[in-house]
């Protein structure tokens, strides 16, 4: 094929979920797949058997 200087799009499979730098002087965000869920600050039952 041929290639006339047009730029070829990146596979829809990988997408850029990389958000760009911060600006200096922040601290880098915390990637969500790195995050871990937020707990339940609730405290969950634990007798919930029913009889």
Do not use: T, V, Y
Not at 26 to 40: F, I, K, V
């Amino acid at each position: 094929m041929n290639n006339q200087g047009i730029p070829i799009p990146p596979p829809s499979g990988m997408p850029m979920m990389h958000p760009p730098p911060p600006p200096q002087g922040l601290p880098p965000p915390p990637s969500p797949e790195e995050a871990p869920p937020p707990l339940p600050e609730e405290p969950e039952p634990k007798r919930q058997k029913h009889d």
